[in-house]
């Protein structure tokens, strides 16, 4: 039985992932932050299936302990600050987690030993103010928030470390994934939970700001399996993964006022407070060279993971009442 050790495990992808690697038989143990509020709600349906072990990416001592007790085989970086908007207020916070946080744990790695395999988190905000359209593997990197910027370090600490010290170090550039697991903060999140709420009469709009925003949008549980496919090829490398199809906010927001009837014009407010300080127009992807290495493609349409995450809102609002 192969172990499997998840930073970030409590989020959407380490949710999604535990679950993928429990199906293959793993055993899956999962860092958490000591906390006062515990944050297992994701985790709930699998969590006695799941060995949970508190661990910090500030803290390079309980990296390196973690590693000794569970000798793990395989190890997915998805912990960070991963908020872009929390970025700009809380700037070193991200770049210690983000991007030192890391270092610490590949350096955990290479001391403890180096044949383990990891996965780190990339992203596609790490391309921002785009060079090239689409993104792939090798289009420069020009960041447009504090996050982007330690994503591009946590991305190039993990390529350093596979070259100097030969370690199978993985880097997937994963673009925007969603599910109804994601977080009330990200938008595509607030938009589901809104419709949901307003189409039950408990609210009456939803406040957004920059509707002409795109981003290539997939679903969060293909891209899970992406992260393993990875870690299962015969080299370690850097992926892009997406779907190669960009949207705008506001086609989110129409099918999904559109998939319970009503029309988005009539409850979307545009907010100037959400408007990022560098904003990214466009972000899309070719996932090309993952088509064809490993074998993936995204399964979720668009419109099938905007209706998933209204439903799924929808569902949670009606059982409360």
């Not at 992932?17 to 793993?26: D, H, Q, R, V």
């Not at 970025?87 to 044949?115: D, F, M």
């Not at 891209?223 to 997406?242: C, P, R």
């Amino acid at each position: 039985m192969p172990t499997a050790l998840i930073t970030g495990i409590t989020g959407q992808d380490g949710s999604y992932l535990a679950e993928l690697l429990l199906g293959k038989g793993y055993q899956v143990v999962g860092m958490v932050r000591r906390s006062s509020t515990e944050t297992m709600e994701r985790l709930e349906h699998i969590q006695d299936e799941l060995l949970i072990t508190q661990g910090d990416l500030h803290d390079q001592s309980s990296m390196v302990a973690m590693i000794e007790e569970f000798k793990p085989d395989e190890v997915y970086n998805l912990a960070a600050q991963s908020f872009v908007p929390t970025s700009w207020n809380q700037p070193l916070l991200t770049g210690e987690v983000t991007g030192l946080g890391v270092t610490r744990l590949l350096e955990a790695i290479r001391l403890v030993n180096p044949k383990i395999k990891f996965y780190q988190a990339s992203s596609s905000e790490m391309f921002g103010k785009v060079v090239e359209v689409p993104q792939k593997e090798s289009t420069p990197l020009y960041p447009r928030s504090p996050y982007g910027v330690a994503k591009v370090y946590g991305h190039w600490i993990t390529i350093n470390y596979r070259e100097s010290f030969d370690m199978f170090a993985t880097s997937g550039i994963l673009f925007n994934h969603e599910s109804p697991r994601r977080g009330l903060e990200f938008v595509t999140r607030k938009i589901s939970h809104m419709v949901a709420k307003i189409k039950l009469g408990q609210a009456k709009e939803l406040r957004l700001g920059n509707l002409e925003s795109q981003r290539d949008w997939g679903f969060a549980g293909d891209y899970v399996e992406a992260m393993w496919m990875m870690l299962q090829h015969t080299h370690a490398d850097n992926f892009v993964i997406g779907t190669g199809k960009t949207h705008s906010v506001r086609e989110f927001c129409e099918l999904a006022f559109g998939h319970v009837g009503l029309n988005y014009e009539d409850y979307v407010v545009q907010d100037p407070r959400f408007y990022r300080p560098a904003e990214v127009d466009l972000l899309i992807s070719d996932p090309t060279k993952a088509s064809k290495e490993l074998g993936w493609t995204a399964k979720t349409s668009f419109k099938g993971l905007v209706e998933m995450m209204v439903e799924a809102d929808l569902q949670k609002f009606s059982a409360k009442k």
